[in-house]
């Protein structure tokens, strides 16, 4: 069996704490997210093609002349599409998929100009190009462009596609490289694309002109006309200089995830310096339990420290996926198991979240509390993005979201393992086949529905080699054995459980994750949170949905006794799943105590009252899948 | 003396419990509002007239022809500073503010056209007349040239600004009347307008014309594309049928305005029970403790119930401003005190916070919370209105704000008091002269310093009356006295302690309103303010500055010990007054044990540690004078 590339296959491993493996060396074997992949490729993907057809987005492409319908980088759309599949047509060939990839690069060849510039936008004559950086996302669906022809080629071998990404990157070379230009685009994107370009033809030009799109950011190059101020465009600092994320979530961490693709090249330390930073700030003061970042709807930007409302999160689903990306990329950098975690947590959480269970419908933005059971969307029409109807739309005028859950879960196996000289490491625990040079190894597990992971080896290779195992952060007590043998390990600094042996073909690993039903707070100066508690188990965070609550319990009126037990309950066929739900004891409270305007003297409260009732707590990732509904991840503990 | 009627006077007493007072009846004699009344008119005045000037909005009336500055309803900042100089020439003429508006009248006339239209980006070219009302601001524009030219005509008999209004409302009768058209604004605003034009002309025309304007709201009569959905623009539910307000707070307020105005005048119960309905669920539910209304950045917009965030408070000054206006007419209808309740904490709180000290900087929105410290505004230029900076902006792209805020304190004698055929109702205590026709009483009072209101009786009119004076909701043990005599009465249902007599020259009554520093907690169901307590002393809401608070001590990390002493300081000549500043003791928090994720399991929380400090809170309007700043309402009680 060959093997096929996938996202974020560095040119040399130089840079690499860890390797990362092809699309068919570690392959999905069924579980959640292989069940999610099948129906991604047979379900999603046509779906998607139907929205783009429909909403205008290839005819824009087709009928350069006409006016341009949707938003004006609807052609990245098009682009992340065919990235996904891509990815899928690269993990497992099939004719149909390959067709729809043809028909639409040809599209793409016929648009595209003789110097390789391809703007639907631009070309039908709404903007000048190259003009207004700052908004028309050129470089933006020009990078998408590039993602999907090195997707294509690594996937399947064919130019087609990457021919037409090579030259529109030609023509950006053209204009941009060698310091031509001192501005760049106002959507960090084309970065990363440019250094997978290069990993793909070894042409350090396109090396060099990421480094340089990263270098001229921060000097206040893009001027919005005062719409925008120059952090949402990551323009305020130069990147090496800032300590946090700031301003538009999407953009922000797209920029970083091209800041380490040329660490990861380079070597250069202070580009991983100030990822590393940032992504700490982010993820010790600015993710939500679900995982969501980017708080704000004003902007889609992050707020400050600690500005987390779970009712007013944004959330949108693109920063996620583009935190999933950057994590991916530290992990490679460092091979630190907390970026395996908070990919966990992204995972489970919020991706899963943002698309419904037939994989049709789809979230932008993702709060945790739903105060109001709002309308259902509309099945046949689309919005435009934000203020989430009660369920999930087939699709969005701003279309940015479904393309990337694709092209990310159609890319998954990239995100499971990762191999180096001493052996091989395990970061996600799903039902797959994990194959490295000589050694090859089953992963068979319920994950997260238990903790009970069993590696079995079927390639034992030459010699010894480690076997490592990430230990989630907020396990405690794992325990490994090896052929039923406790091995006697804990987790190193890194958090991985480590086993070198000679192995034999047969051997069996069985690590067992302790996942009690636990439940966690927020840090003390998250105001938003204070005073609440949410249940999490093992990896899932859950929520309480107004339908799964005792008749006349108003999810916005009810606390959580913190002092009594928690009871899990296996739910067989719910929603299609299996999963394990969680009931508690709560108090139903009765505010009709208070009255007037809402505010009381604190030595005058109102005696509380209300009646003890029984809650029951779904995984989060579930909600909103039976119509409109209230839904809360923090609960006020009582 | 003339009378000088004032703002919403209308044209029979029928549907009135209690009647306003004109502008020269309500005289304010010194105290914080009679200062600021002052340094509007000296100070504010000229700064909004040279902002006008410099941004263009007048040149945008002068030069029709060329192209159009600023924001598309520029020409309403330009009305409403001509509205604020009217009510100021009302109480008390100056030559130098008859000459402006004399000149801006002038500049009017010449821009309108011969059938009365006026819209200065209209005749610009760049939109098409009526033909864009869901955006264009057309009739809100005229409203505001009609408020101008109606307080124009009250406060100076003139009838040049007037002419011009009521010929540019000619021309929407000639489009809009008699259901010609079944659509309407965007933004309300002109109901309010026509009704008091019909106040000041009998001519029913306007009257009917506003009711129209209400009738076809409602029935999804605007389409914006897609952009803003009916619910912002309170076209999604008949007025009669909404049930709580919702959309774009100063829409929904300035259009609740215009339903009791058309109440006020016709009766029409539907309309008031609608508006006290949206009002009653406001104030118990969507209504910050800072008097802020309109909790969300999207959409400018109510949240649902108790979303109310500190720190992502849109809280725009336009809709506590509106929400003011809307409760004077819900007092002129009711006589009930807890609509002055609400005027009285938006007065000493959220718009007293909108304008810096030297009152010529603004803030377009109010946080109740800054986590970080911004960059202090630009003192020579202006930004788009909101993401406030560290300190206020001289002025606004969108400048609604500012002349909003001189419009009401150049107009607030007519908020203090009312008349019915039984006596006086004393409704905001401050320095004051009141008359009404035979009666004329004096208001001396430090209040809210302390709890002390003299009444002394200058004209005694003819038989007996009865003196109503309100005891605000927060107030527990009000007392008055008669000239020295305990006068035992308690405050009645609607909120008076009304005293009865046959008043005699030089009588003095005496009322004593306790004002102990207290500590308030929000609705259990307000979750962003769970387990946090505010200081409020009388009408005034308190918050923590960071510039305020011992050195090293972080505002993000502070609790209040709930159960020790709270202590009153004054501090004679702080910003320029001599508040009254609240002393507690508090925990500075070391967070140092919180690590990583930011989430932690409840069973395994890091010891709280910190050490015991005394906290100085300031009145919350008093913010962000003294440059950046770290700031909170709410906090964290221990």
């Not at 999905?28 to 993907?45: I, K, M, S, Y």
């Amino acid at each position: 069996m060959t093997s096929v590339l996938g996202p974020v296959s560095p040119r040399s491993a130089e840079h690499l704490a860890v390797r990362p493996l092809g699309l068919r060396d570690a392959v999905l074997t069924g579980g959640f997210w292989g069940r999610w992949q099948q129906v991604n490729r047979e379900v999603t993907t046509p779906h998607a093609l139907g929205w783009l057809e429909r909403d205008g987005s290839v005819d824009n492409l087709r009928r350069l002349a006409g006016p341009h319908r949707g938003l004006w980088f609807s052609d990245s759309d098009v682009y992340k599409v065919l990235e996904a599949i891509s990815w899928d047509v690269g993990r497992d060939p099939a004719a149909g998929l390959d067709a729809a990839v043809s028909d639409l690069t040809r599209v793409l060849r016929a648009a595209q100009e003789p110097d390789g510039y391809l703007n639907s936008n631009v070309q039908a004559g709404h903007e000048v190009q190259w003009n207004n950086l700052v908004i028309s996302h050129e470089l933006y669906c020009i990078g998408h462009l590039i993602q999907a022809g090195v997707a294509h080629r690594r996937g399947t071998g064919g130019d087609e596609l990457f021919d037409v990404a090579r030259r529109a990157a030609d023509c950006v070379v053209t204009e941009f490289a060698d310091r031509r230009r001192k501005d760049t685009d106002g959507h960090p994107e084309i970065e990363m694309a440019l250094v997978e370009l290069y990993r793909e033809t070894g042409d350090a030009t396109y090396l060099d002109l990421a480094r340089q799109l990263l270098d001229v950011r921060g000097h206040g190059v893009l001027d919005a006309n005062g719409h925008f101020d120059s952090t949402y465009f990551q323009d305020a600092v130069p990147v090496r200089e800032q300590s946090t994320v700031a301003g538009h979530a999407v953009r922000a961490l797209y920029l970083l995830c091209g800041v380490v693709d040329v660490y990861l090249e380079t070597g250069e330390r202070a580009l991983l310096d100030s990822a590393l930073r940032q992504w700490e700030s982010m993820t010790a003061t600015k993710t939500y339990l679900t995982g969501a970042v980017g708080s704000r709807f004003d902007g889609e930007a992050f707020g400050e420290e600690y500005e987390l409302p779970p009712d007013l999160a944004y959330g949108e689903t693109c920063a996620t996926i583009a935190n999933i990306m950057l994590c991916w990329r530290l992990q490679l950098a460092t091979g630190e198991g907390r970026f395996a975690d908070a990919i966990e947590r992204a995972l489970y959480n919020l991706l899963a979240a943002s698309t419904s269970t037939d994989r049709t419908g789809f979230f932008y933005n993702n709060p945790a509390q739903r105060r109001v059971a709002r309308p259902a969307a509309a099945t046949q029409t689309r919005p435009a993005r934000a203020e989430a109807p009660g369920t999930r739309p087939p699709w969005f005028a701003c279309a940015c979201c479904p393309p990337n859950i694709m092209r990310t879960v159609a890319s998954l196996g990239g995100y499971l393992a990762t191999y180096s000289d001493s052996g091989v490491q395990l970061h996600q625990y799903v039902p797959a086949t994990i194959r490295t040079g000589t050694v090859t190894i089953a992963v068979e597990t319920e994950y997260p529905r238990d903790g009970a992971i069993e590696v079995s080896v079927l390639e034992a290779g030459d010699g010894p080699w480690t076997l490592a195992l990430r230990v989630p952060g907020w396990c405690r007590g794992a325990t490994v054995s090896v052929n039923g043998t406790p091995w006697p390990a804990s987790a190193n600094a890194a958090g991985y459980l480590v086993i070198e042996r000679q192995w034999r073909v047969g051997d069996r690993v069985a690590l067992t994750l302790p996942m009690p039903v636990r439940l966690t707070v927020a840090h003390p100066a998250a105001d938003a949170m204070r005073g609440a508690v949410a249940i999490e188990r093992g990896p899932v965070v859950y929520c309480l949905e107004s339908v799964d609550q005792p008749e006349a319990v108003d999810v916005n009126r009810v606390e959580l006794c913190v002092d009594e037990p928690l009871h899990e309950q296996v739910r067989e066929g719910f929603l299609g799943e299996d999963p394990i739900l969680v009931t508690a004891t709560g108090l139903a409270r009765d505010d009709s105590g208070w009255a007037g305007t809402g505010w009381a003297d604190l030595s005058e409260l109102p005696p509380e009252v209300g009646r003890r009732v029984t809650l029951t707590a779904i995984p989060y990732h579930l909600w909103a899948n039976r119509g409109p509904s209230v839904m809360r991840v923090f609960i006020p503990a009582r």
